[in-house]
C-alpha cells in the first residue's frame, strides 16, 4: 500500500523537505496503532492496564488500546488523567516549582494544567486559561476532579490578560491552537480537514498570542511554547520569529528522559518515540529575577462570622490537617491561594479550593473537597457500589452512621454523603452522574 495517498498531498509536500529520507518511515508510523498513556494522581498505584513507564513525565505510564480506564469509577474520581504520551513533555519540560507562580494560557481541557498542578504540589498559583467559554468549563471540571487546590481558572483572550496582569508569572506554558497534524495517527479523520492555508493562518494567531504570552513573564523567568503539530511554520518559524523581535530572550535546551538532544526546540516525530507528533521550545526572558508589574493583589471578600464558625466546625470534624476558609467567591467559602492577581473584568470560573456554602444554618461541603484533601469520615465500597453512587443513587450503611462520610473506593474518596436511618442520601452533583 502507498501511504502517500492517506494523507493530504499538500501536507506531505511540506513535510517532505523536513524529513528527507525519512518519510516514508514516518508515514508508515502513522499507519499504525496510536499510544495512550495515563497520568496516576501523586501517591497512587497504577492501575491494572498500565504498562511501561513514560520516561519524560512524572507517575505517567502507557496504556493499552483496549484499557477502559476512562470509564471506571476511579477515572470520576480523579485517581488519575488520561493523556496521550507526547503531550506530557511540554509540561515536563516547563519544570514548574512548589511555591512559582505559573500560567496555563491556553489549558482546555486540563492535561498540562493537572500535570503542572501535581509539579507544585498544592503551593505556589497556578493560573489556567481558556477562551472559548464552553472548553473552560470542562478545564474547571477537569480540575477539581484532579483535585487541584491552588488554581484561578478564567476565560479570556490572552490579550485582556496580558494588559491586566504584566511581568507577573514566573513560568507560563503556551499550548498554542493549532493545526493538528500530529493528531492524523490518533483521529484520521482530521487528515481530511486539513487545509493547505491552515499552518499560515495558525501561526499568525500563535505569534499573536506568544507576545501576549511573552509580556506577562518576569524578567529571568521561563517560558514554554508547544503545538501538537508537524510543519516548520508552526514550529519553528514562530519560534524564530519570535526571537527576532524580541532581543535578548534566548533558546534554552529541553532535557528530558529519553527524549532527542536540542537547543531549545523540541521536536517529537511518531517514528523516534513513542509518541504522537509534538513540539516544544523552551524560551528564558532576558532580565533579572524580580516580579514587578503588579502592586495590588486581589483581596476576596470573608464569609460572616457565623458561616466562618459553622464552616470551621464542620473541617474540624470531617478533614484531616488545618484548614480555614479565606475567601468567599460566587456564594461559596473556599480556600483561596496566596498572591492572587487582579480579577475586575475577567471572567472567573474557579479560584482555588470551593470547601462549601451555608444552606439556612447547615455547612454543605462541596464535592471539590472530597476529591482534593483528605477527610477522616470514610466508607468503603466496592467498585458496584461506587457505579451506583455515581449514578446517584442511596447505599445502604450501618445504622449507626450519622452525618455526612465520603463514599471511598480503595481508600480514594469519591464524594459526599449523609447518613440517616441505614441509608447513605446521595450528594453527587447531579450534573455529573452517569446512568448504569
Given at each position: 500500500?502507498?501511504m502517500?495517498?492517506?494523507?493530504?498531498?499538500g501536507?506531505?509536500?511540506q513535510?517532505?523537505?523536513l524529513?528527507?529520507g525519512?518519510?516514508?518511515?514516518?508515514?508508515?508510523?502513522?499507519?499504525?496503532?496510536?499510544?495512550r498513556?495515563?497520568?496516576?494522581?501523586?501517591?497512587l498505584?497504577?492501575?491494572?492496564?498500565a504498562?511501561?513507564k513514560?520516561?519524560?513525565?512524572?507517575?505517567?505510564?502507557?496504556?493499552p488500546?483496549?484499557s477502559?480506564a476512562?470509564?471506571?469509577?476511579?477515572h470520576e474520581?480523579?485517581?488519575y488523567?488520561?493523556?496521550e504520551?507526547?503531550a506530557m513533555?511540554a509540561?515536563?519540560a516547563?519544570?514548574?516549582?512548589?511555591g512559582?507562580r505559573?500560567l496555563?494560557l491556553c489549558?482546555?481541557?486540563?492535561?498540562k494544567?493537572t500535570?503542572?498542578a501535581?509539579?507544585m504540589a498544592?503551593k505556589?498559583?497556578?493560573?489556567?486559561?481558556e477562551p472559548v467559554p464552553?472548553?473552560?468549563?470542562?478545564?474547571?471540571r477537569n480540575?477539581?476532579r484532579?483535585?487541584v487546590v491552588n488554581?484561578?481558572?478564567?476565560?479570556?483572550?490572552?490579550?485582556?490578560?496580558?494588559k491586566?496582569?504584566p511581568?507577573?508569572?514566573d513560568?507560563?506554558l503556551?499550548?498554542?491552537?493549532?493545526?493538528?497534524e500530529?493528531m492524523?495517527r490518533?483521529?484520521?479523520?482530521?487528515?481530511l480537514?486539513?487545509?493547505?492555508?491552515a499552518?499560515a493562518?495558525?501561526?499568525?494567531?500563535?505569534?499573536q498570542?506568544?507576545?501576549?504570552?511573552a509580556s506577562m513573564?518576569?524578567?529571568g523567568?521561563?517560558?514554554?511554547?508547544s503545538?501538537?503539530?508537524?510543519n516548520a511554520?508552526?514550529?519553528e518559524?514562530?519560534?524564530?520569529?519570535?526571537l527576532?523581535?524580541h532581543p535578548?530572550?534566548?533558546?534554552s535546551?529541553?532535557?528530558?528522559p529519553?527524549?532527542?538532544?536540542?537547543?531549545g526546540?523540541?521536536?517529537?516525530w511518531p517514528?523516534?518515540?513513542k509518541?504522537e507528533?509534538h513540539f516544544?521550545?523552551q524560551?528564558?526572558?532576558?532580565?533579572?529575577?524580580?516580579?514587578?508589574?503588579?502592586?495590588?493583589?486581589?483581596t476576596?471578600?470573608?464569609?460572616?462570622?457565623?458561616?466562618l464558625?459553622?464552616?470551621?466546625?464542620?473541617l474540624?470534624?470531617?478533614?484531616?490537617?488545618?484548614?480555614?476558609?479565606?475567601a468567599?467567591?460566587?456564594?461559596?467559602?473556599?480556600?483561596?491561594?496566596d498572591?492572587?492577581?487582579?480579577?475586575?473584568g475577567?471572567?472567573?470560573?474557579?479560584?482555588?479550593?470551593?470547601?462549601?456554602?451555608?444552606?439556612g444554618?447547615?455547612?454543605?461541603?462541596?464535592?471539590?473537597?472530597?476529591l482534593?484533601?483528605?477527610?477522616?469520615k470514610?466508607?468503603?465500597v466496592?467498585?458496584?457500589?461506587?457505579?451506583a453512587?455515581q449514578?446517584g443513587q442511596?447505599?445502604?450503611?450501618a445504622?449507626?452512621?450519622k452525618?455526612f462520610?465520603t463514599p471511598?473506593?480503595?481508600?480514594l474518596a469519591i464524594?459526599?454523603?449523609?447518613?440517616?436511618?441505614?441509608?447513605l442520601?446521595?450528594?453527587?452533583p447531579?450534573g455529573?452522574?452517569?446512568?448504569?
Amino acid at each position: 500500500m502507498n501511504m502517500e495517498t492517506e494523507f493530504p498531498k499538500g501536507w506531505i509536500g511540506q513535510l517532505a523537505p523536513l524529513l528527507g529520507g525519512r518519510l516514508p518511515v514516518f508515514l508508515d508510523a502513522l499507519s499504525r496503532p496510536p499510544l495512550r498513556g495515563i497520568r496516576m494522581r501523586k501517591g497512587l498505584e497504577p492501575i491494572p492496564d498500565a504498562e511501561e513507564k513514560i520516561p519524560w513525565a512524572k507517575d505517567a505510564y502507557y496504556l493499552p488500546l483496549s484499557s477502559q480506564a476512562g470509564a471506571l469509577p476511579a477515572h470520576e474520581a480523579g485517581a488519575y488523567y488520561l493523556q496521550e504520551p507526547s503531550a506530557m513533555a511540554a509540561a515536563a519540560a516547563l519544570d514548574a516549582r512548589p511555591g512559582e507562580r505559573v500560567l496555563d494560557l491556553c489549558a482546555a481541557p486540563g492535561g498540562k494544567s493537572t500535570q503542572i498542578a501535581a509539579d507544585m504540589a498544592g503551593k505556589g498559583l497556578v493560573v489556567c486559561n481558556e477562551p472559548v467559554p464552553s472548553r473552560a468549563q470542562i478545564l474547571s471540571r477537569n480540575l477539581e476532579r484532579m483535585g487541584v487546590v491552588n488554581a484561578l481558572c478564567v476565560s479570556a483572550l490572552p490579550e485582556e490578560l496580558s494588559k491586566r496582569w504584566p511581568r507577573f508569572f514566573d513560568r507560563v506554558l503556551v499550548d498554542a491552537p493549532c493545526s493538528g497534524e500530529g493528531m492524523f495517527r490518533r483521529h484520521p479523520q482530521t487528515r481530511l480537514e486539513w487545509k493547505e492555508n491552515a499552518p499560515a493562518g495558525c501561526a499568525l494567531r500563535q505569534r499573536q498570542i506568544l507576545d501576549e504570552a511573552a509580556s506577562m513573564l518576569r524578567p529571568g523567568g521561563t517560558l514554554v511554547y508547544s503545538t501538537c503539530t508537524f510543519n516548520a511554520e508552526e514550529n519553528e518559524g514562530v519560534i524564530q520569529g519570535f526571537l527576532s523581535a524580541h532581543p535578548g530572550w534566548a533558546l534554552s535546551p529541553i532535557i528530558l528522559p529519553a527524549l532527542p538532544k536540542n537547543d531549545g526546540m523540541l521536536r517529537l516525530w511518531p517514528h523516534e518515540v513513542k509518541g504522537e507528533g509534538h513540539f516544544a521550545a523552551q524560551l528564558i526572558k532576558p532580565g533579572d529575577d524580580d516580579r514587578g508589574g503588579l502592586l495590588i493583589e486581589e483581596t476576596l471578600p470573608m464569609p460572616d462570622k457565623n458561616a466562618l464558625a459553622a464552616a470551621e466546625d464542620f473541617l474540624l470534624e470531617q478533614i484531616e490537617g488545618s484548614v480555614r476558609p479565606n475567601a468567599v467567591f460566587a456564594g461559596k467559602m473556599i480556600l483561596a491561594p496566596d498572591g492572587l492577581p487582579p480579577l475586575k473584568g475577567v471572567k472567573t470560573l474557579r479560584v482555588g479550593l470551593q470547601l462549601g456554602e451555608m444552606k439556612g444554618r447547615v455547612f454543605i461541603p462541596d464535592h471539590a473537597l472530597a476529591l482534593a484533601l483528605p477527610c477522616k469520615k470514610r466508607l468503603p465500597v466496592t467498585e458496584a457500589e461506587a457505579r451506583a453512587y455515581q449514578a446517584g443513587q442511596v447505599l445502604n450503611v450501618a445504622q449507626d452512621c450519622k452525618g455526612f462520610y465520603t463514599p471511598t473506593l480503595s481508600g480514594l474518596a469519591i464524594g459526599w454523603g449523609k447518613a440517616s436511618g441505614g441509608q447513605l442520601k446521595n450528594h453527587y452533583p447531579k450534573g455529573l452522574r452517569k446512568p448504569l
